[in-house]
């Protein structure tokens, strides 16, 4: 029997004869584990309860930043004029502007429409049409002068709140006209141009028809056949109307277009305050990296 045990293999004697620390150990073992267990198990649901609450409100966050943003933006649009004297709240020289609410543009309307020059704008165009002598269904005179200033303030108002106002609100299409500020003269005309019938969606970013200024432009002709006189109303005045404005809109984005580039020349000023250099160094580098 004793030879039996000597020819065992060594290991097999150990495995048979454990240690006393082993034997110790053993017991002992599971109570840490068991009691880590106990301690550590709830941290990952604090975790996750704790990420939960904190991930819900991020969306809401996001939207009030965005918000904020666009009430900065506007702030720097409002003092915006040509000469010091024209309001060019409606125009952006930011490429990442970011979209205004329903209520942001509404209030950007009515600030346009209600600024002085406004004002004096439509006693010059009554003035106008008085010598001409457009719209004879008006008297002549003082009388007549104060019902066509009026009317084309209306005119104005009307065109103004509607199509940069309450339709972009209800259509969520951007009201403002995005300056682009580099390229050649031809493709910045042609882009003012279109600025009247194109326009930036919300939440795409992209261009789309818009609808706004157009339907907003006639919309505001339909409303003048309420004050103007019988002779100088009707649906052929209403399309006619809305025509000219959309035109006359166009004219004001070639002007809008270009005028930083006559003020730097000129006056040594610069009303975007080196967003034009910023767009034009950007497209340099855009050019640059498609051409390597």
């Not at 048979?16 to 150990?25: F, I, L, V």
């Not at 930011?94 to 205004?100: K, T």
């Not at 919309?219 to 002779?231: E, K, R, T, V």
Request: with cysteine.
């Amino acid at each position: 029997m004793g030879l039996a045990l000597l020819a065992l293999p060594t290991p097999l004697l150990v495995a048979q004869q454990p240690s006393p620390a082993a034997a110790e150990a053993v017991p002992e073992a599971p109570q840490p584990q068991f009691q880590v267990a106990a301690v550590e198990s709830p941290a990952p649901m604090a975790q996750e309860s704790s990420s939960a609450q904190t991930a819900t409100p991020e969306p809401a966050a996001a939207a009030s930043s965005q918000q904020e943003k666009a009430a900065q933006q506007i702030k720097e649009q409002e003092k915006q004029r040509v000469l010091g004297i024209l309001p060019s709240f409606n125009i952006s020289y930011r490429s990442d502007a970011v979209s205004l609410t329903a209520k942001q543009k509404v209030s950007l309307a009515f600030r346009s429409s209600t600024d002085p020059v406004a004002f004096a704008m439509a006693f010059l165009v009554a003035g106008y049409h008085e010598g001409m002598h457009d719209n004879v269904g008006f008297p002549w005179g003082i009388k007549g002068y104060g019902e066509r200033s009026g009317a084309a303030y209306l005119d104005s108002f009307d065109g103004s709140m509607i199509g940069n106002g309450i339709l972009p609100a209800l259509l969520h299409q951007d009201p403002r006209y995005f300056r682009r500020g580099y390229g050649s003269t031809g493709y910045r005309l042609l882009y003012a141009v279109a600025a009247s019938v194109i326009c930036k969606h919300d939440n795409t970013g992209k261009w789309e028809p818009n609808y706004s200024n157009i339907a907003g432009n006639i919309a505001s002709g339909g409303i003048s056949n309420l004050y103007y006189p019988s002779s100088d109303s009707g649906i052929s005045q209403t399309f006619t109307n809305g025509f000219v404005v959309t035109a006359e809109g166009s004219v004001g984005s070639i002007f809008q277009e270009f005028w930083p580039d006559i003020s730097r020349k000129f006056l040594h000023k610069d009303p975007t305050r080196g967003l034009d250099a910023e767009a034009r160094a950007k497209d340099a580098a855009e050019k640059a990296a498609k051409r390597n």
